[in-house]
């Protein structure tokens, strides 16, 4: 229903920054709530951050509080996920995935289950 492409992923040191793009075309209608998960080599797909369509709420994991921050430009049908101060450990495959619902509790936001429709991934890595 709805098709996600991310982008602004490459390589950057440890201090670094990079901006990723999330463009959804199709029924954009249905990207009420968007969020961004990762997956390192060997690990599980982890929650990233989150944001509602107004962009009033959002929602970030711990580990990248303060250094992440997530935006979106609906006239664009873009999300955006500005990454500073990147680590190392931020070395992953980046996804965008998007629902037509909303949600009143963080829990759900955070949840994989939680959205229908995902890009193929942009791929980060933080060299130290």
């Known amino acids: 229903q709805v098709q996600l492409v991310e982008s602004g992923g490459g390589f950057v040191q440890a201090g670094g920054s990079l901006r990723l793009s999330c463009a959804a075309s199709?029924?954009?209608?249905?990207?009420?709530?968007m969020g961004w998960f990762r997956q390192a080599p060997g690990k599980a797909r982890e929650f990233v951050a989150a944001?509602?369509?107004?962009?009033?709420?959002?929602y970030y994991t711990d580990s990248v509080k303060g250094r992440f921050t997530i935006s979106r430009d609906n006239a664009k049908n873009t999300m955006y996920l500005q990454m500073n101060s990147l680590k190392p450990e931020d070395t992953a495959v980046y996804y965008c995935?998007?629902?037509?619902?909303?949600?009143?509790?963080?829990?759900?936001?955070?949840?994989?289950?939680?959205?229908?429709?995902w890009g193929q991934g942009t791929q980060v890595t933080v060299s130290p």
């Open positions: 199709g029924r954009t209608f249905s990207t009420y709530t």
């Open positions: 995935a998007a629902t037509d619902r909303d949600y009143s509790s963080g829990f759900f936001y955070r949840a994989s289950t939680t959205y229908n429709d």
């Open positions: 944001i509602r369509w107004s962009g009033s709420s959002t």
